[in-house]
C-alpha cells in the first residue's frame, strides 16, 4: 500500500502523540489509586559552566511505594519539580 508522504508523517505524529498520551496518563495514574513517589536519589550537575552563570539541575529519582514506577524529575535550567513527593515515615 502506497500512502503520501504527509499522510504518513501525520500518521506517525498522531501515533506518537497518543504515546505520549499515554505516558502522562500513566504518571498521573496509579493502579493504587495514586502514585506515592518518595526520593531515592538525587543527583547535581551542572550542564553549563561557560560564562558568567552556572547552571545547576538537579535530578531526582523518584519510586512510587504502591507500583514502584520510577521517574525521573528535574529541578533547574529553567524546570521546576513536576511531582510531589510524600515525606518518609
Ligand atoms: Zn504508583
Not at 508523517?9 to 495514586?34: A, F, G, T, Y
Not at 521517574?71 to 513536576?82: I, L, P
Amino acid at each position: 500500500m502506497f500512502i503520501k508522504k504527509s499522510k504518513y508523517r501525520k500518521l506517525l505524529s498522531s501515533n506518537q502523540n497518543l504515546q505520549n498520551r499515554l505516558k502522562q496518563l500513566e504518571e498521573i495514574l496509579c493502579p493504587c489509586e495514586q502514585h506515592e513517589y518518595v526520593v531515592v536519589d538525587i543527583e547535581t550537575t551542572y550542564p553549563y559552566m561557560g560564562g558568567p552563570s552556572v547552571e545547576i539541575l538537579d535530578k531526582r529519582k523518584l519510586v512510587c511505594r504502591r507500583c514502584k514506577k520510577v521517574v525521573y524529575d528535574y529541578n533547574g535550567c529553567g524546570t521546576m519539580y513536576r511531582y510531589k513527593v510524600v515525606n518518609d515515615d
